[in-house]
């Protein structure tokens, strides 16, 4: 198995993890926050793919996919329009809300496919590239990848155990 064939299994199983903790709830569970300053499912679902696009669309050299194609305008977050949700204090998790999770599920779709149409293109040595050079080491893209996926993978855990104290709360 090649290794982009192991990053697109990974990036699918997240999709069937975003979709699992979104899907079928209300806008108020998405919305809610456990505690004052938790995160809440929309929030973590956002953030993570957030994070997807904007690495992903800075490795390829393209832009994000929240900015192409008008998600920043169709969430329409009282956020700065490249915010990531890095570094948000709870008051900035606090202005992610949406009305749906159609608004969730659309926008990480769009993420996703452009991820996995991106790496689905990459041979071999192409992993090897240095994406970031601010770290020591540098970053390759192998790296930065499996980054994305670390980060996708504890977000959406986060978003599943939220979601089932919002259902029984």
Same mark, same amino acid.
């Given at each position: 198995?090649?290794?982009?064939?192991?990053?697109?299994?990974?990036?699918?199983?997240?999709?069937?993890?975003?979709?699992?903790?979104?899907?079928?709830?209300?806008?108020?569970?998405?919305?809610?926050?456990?505690?004052?300053?938790?995160?809440?499912?929309?929030? *973590?679902?956002? /953030?993570?793919?957030?994070?997807?696009? &904007?690495?992903?669309? !800075?490795?390829?050299? $393209?832009?994000? =996919?929240? #900015?192409?194609?008008?998600?920043?305008?169709?969430?329409?977050?009282?956020?700065?329009?490249?915010?990531?949700?890095?570094?948000?204090?709870?008051?900035?998790?606090?202005?992610?809300?949406?009305?749906?999770?159609?608004?969730?599920?659309?926008?990480?779709?769009?993420?996703?496919?452009?991820?996995?149409?991106?790496?689905?293109? *990459?041979?071999? /040595?192409?992993?090897?590239?240095?994406? &970031?050079?601010?770290? !020591?080491?540098?970053? $390759?893209?192998? =790296?930065? #990848?499996?980054?994305?996926?670390?980060?996708?993978?504890?977000?959406?855990?986060?978003?599943?155990?939220?979601?089932?104290?919002?259902?029984?709360?």
């Amino acid at each position: 198995m090649l290794a982009k064939d192991i990053l697109i299994d990974g990036f699918g199983r997240i999709r069937e993890e975003v979709h699992a903790a979104v899907g079928g709830l209300a806008p108020e569970a998405l919305n809610a926050r456990p505690a004052e300053t938790a995160n809440s499912v929309s929030w *973590l679902v956002w /953030h993570l793919t957030r994070v997807q696009d &904007d690495h992903v669309a !800075d490795a390829a050299g $393209t832009e994000q =996919v929240w #900015l192409t194609e008008d998600w920043a305008k169709r969430f329409a977050l009282d956020l700065p329009r490249g915010d990531t949700g890095y570094g948000h204090t709870s008051a900035q998790v606090a202005r992610v809300r949406v009305e749906s999770g159609d608004l969730l599920l659309g926008y990480y779709d769009a993420v996703h496919e452009r991820t996995i149409g991106y790496v689905g293109g *990459l041979a071999a /040595h192409d992993f090897e590239r240095v994406v &970031d050079e601010r770290w !020591d080491p540098p970053v $390759t893209l192998g =790296v930065r #990848l499996v980054s994305v996926l670390s980060d996708d993978l504890q977000h959406v855990g986060q978003a599943a155990y939220v979601r089932g104290l919002v259902r029984t709360a």
